[in-house]
Nanobody, 121 residues
C-alpha cells in the first residue's frame, strides 16, 4: 500500500509564506506526476500546481509567480512553496500522486488527507 501525508499547513497573515510537504511512503517503485490541489469551502477542488517525473511544472493562473512546486525524488517528497499568500488562497490543500508500486504493472492514483491553509487579511 501507499500513503501520502501532507504537512506544513496553518494560519498565516496575508503576504506571508508557507511551505507544504507531501511525503509518500509504502511499497513504492517510482512516483510519476504529482499535483497539489485545493478545495475552498463551498467550491470545487482545483489544481494548483503539478510536476512531472522529469521536473516539468505547471501552475494555475491564480498562483503563477507566487507558488513553486518542487520534488525530492530521493525522499519521495513533493513541496509547494507558497509566497505572497492572499485570503483567497484559504483552502484545504491535497496532494495527488501517480505511483507505480513494487510488483505492479501500472501506476495508481493516490490522495493525501489534506492540510488546512488559512490566510487572514
Amino acid at each position: 500500500q501507499v500513503q501520502l501525508v501532507e504537512s506544513g499547513g496553518g494560519l498565516v497573515q496575508a503576504g506571508g509564506s508557507l511551505r507544504l510537504s507531501c511525503a509518500a511512503s509504502g511499497s513504492i517503485f517510482s512516483i510519476h506526476a504529482v499535483g497539489w490541489y485545493r478545495q475552498a469551502l463551498g467550491k470545487q477542488r482545483e489544481l494548483v500546481a503539478g510536476i512531472t517525473s522529469g521536473g516539468s511544472t505547471n501552475y494555475a493562473d491564480s498562483v503563477k509567480g507566487r507558488f513553486t512546486i518542487s520534488r525530492d525524488n530521493a525522499k519521495n517528497t513533493v513541496y509547494l512553496q507558497m509566497n505572497s499568500l492572499k485570503p483567497e488562497d484559504t483552502a484545504v490543500y491535497y496532494c495527488n500522486a501517480d505511483v507505480l508500486r513494487i510488483g505492479s504493472l501500472r501506476p495508481y492514483d493516490y490522495w493525501g488527507q489534506g492540510t488546512q491553509v488559512t490566510v487572514s487579511s
